[in-house]
């Protein structure tokens, strides 16, 4: 005769509870807080410092795509205020599940106005290259705090 459903239920609850309680023990307090932290890979498919960092970063445009699982994240054109006459749009991929400064890549899009249309305009390296960096040291900056707690 099979046994209904909620019958086995208690059975089951014990058996997982035992299985958690033998995979937490597994940790123990001396395994090292570093390791740890050193990927910080949760649901997201990336590493999270990266991720958090690029999107404080980036915050200043619109989005256009944030996509956790693949890294990739988009903003839509930006005008600065003070500047109406250019735009950039900026592109940023995480490669890596690793805090690393070759898991990054930042790409830019400047556009400039010429007799009402938007043309095509060069983006300096430096201005990437900087980009590149203050995702870098965010990131970093994010991992340290998240070690120190």
Do not use: H
Not at 75 to 82: A, C, G, H, L, V
């Amino acid at each position: 005769m099979i046994q209904p459903v909620f019958q086995l239920l208690p059975v089951r609850s014990a058996a997982a509870l035992a299985i958690v309680a033998t995979l937490a023990a597994c940790g123990g307090p001396s395994r090292p807080r570093a390791d740890a932290a050193a990927a910080q890979v949760t649901t997201i498919g990336v590493n999270s410092f990266l991720w958090r960092a690029t999107l404080e970063a980036v915050s200043f445009a619109p989005l256009l795509q944030a996509d956790a699982n693949s890294g990739v994240v988009i903003t839509d054109w930006y005008t600065d205020p003070q500047n109406p006459a250019e735009r950039v749009k900026i592109t940023v991929s995480i490669l890596d599940q690793d805090l690393r400064a070759d898991a990054l890549r930042v790409a830019a899009s400047r556009q400039i106005a010429q007799n009402g249309n938007w043309v095509d305009a060069p983006v300096q390296a430096a201005t990437v290259q900087k980009l590149e960096d203050i995702i870098l040291t965010r990131a970093r900056d994010l991992r340290r705090e998240a070690l120190a707690s």
